[in-house]
């Protein structure tokens, strides 16, 4: 398991979060820097200018890092509309005079899965395994041991769009930070793995991290992860409602929701409030009947996306902030509904308790399992992800590498 310092990165299109924390045996110890930055460049999880991403990237690093100690592994969480999934199976006979599993078959099984092949645009960049099934009697979790024929693995992969990486991982390069494959973890499974309990896993639930320019869903089944997925809309989308409705500019329509935007009108506030109201010749009713139009639209999008609907909905993420959301969904979507913070934090933990900060969080989480990560324990794909592609640039293949300073000391 890792123990040191680690650096996470997580890409939004609202801002871009660094979190560098000491970490051991998949537990935070220490919060050691904290920094983010408007996000520029980069458009519902899309890079769209390279050297504005990369300067706001930079200035994210620079600011966690100023007083941080030197750090030895970077996590990088992404999203965009690019990210789809699908569960495969892939066979394997135990071989063996006495049908035994052993740890050659199980090896066999998993490298079978990571040479499963995606059209040439897409990029393998988690695999978690969900479940092993011997001679078809499914929901096995560790068949070492027992005695079958036949072997099968089911995965849960999440792909991404090939050229969507490359450019991300140029922009953090020349940001400073290194990064190989297995160093990226979509949104929503690193949002999960900060805002879940375990029994909210096994039980079944929809976890939807709600963020700037969009939503990122996980779906999770039988204590393990279904579904994963993103939505092209989020908090912005609110916001650009409410500057169209009410004829003011953006940033005046940010500054409304921000301080006068909940789901349900709200009496009793403050005079700056109202005199905001009035300056832009509104309501607490009017600004409220917006959000809830545009709000309704995204929580339905969030359970229809779902393969399946449990009973649970935990909602994360910058726009889970929203006033009212919790009493909302529940009259919307009819399951039970909470805002989802990180948990398992330090103490002192510099404001980190939050729903903005749960993909952030969860990176975290995620980067101090790296031995895991990078294949060396004894579960292979039992433990999160695996970066897999051959073909991608050199980049994408050296060891995980960190340096937080000039872009040319990281490129020698």
Known sequence: MAVGNIACVDIGSS?????????????????????????????????LDIEDATAAIRESVDRASSNAPKVSWAVVGFSGKHINSTNPMVSVD???????VT????AQAEKKMQAVIFPEDRVKVNIVKRQYALDRVEGIKNPLGMHGFRLDLEAHIVTADFAYMENLALCLKRAGVWVTADSFVAGPLAASEAVLEFEDKQSGVIVADVGGGTTGIAVFRDSSIWHTSVLPVGGRQITNDL??????????????????GSLYPEQGLDSEVLEMLSRYSTTPEEVSYIIRARMEEILRMIVSKSPYVPHILVLTGGGAKMRGLEQFAREVVGLQVRIGSPRVLPDDSKGLVDPAYAVAVGLLLWGSNREGVNGASSGGLNNLITGVRSGLTALWNRRPRVSFGPASSSES
């Open 103 to 106: 740890d050659l078959a199980i």
């Open 243 to 260: 500057a169209v409705g009410l004829s003011i500019p953006f940033s005046a329509a940010e500054e409304l929701k921000t301080k006068a």
């Open 94 to 100: 135990t071989r063996r005079r006495d049908h035994l």
């Open 15 to 47: 801002k871009i979060s660094t979190v560098i924390a000491n970490v051991t045996d998949r537990r935070i110890v220490d919060i050691l820097g904290v920094g983010h930055a408007a996000s520029r460049g980069i458009q519902k999880g899309i890079v």
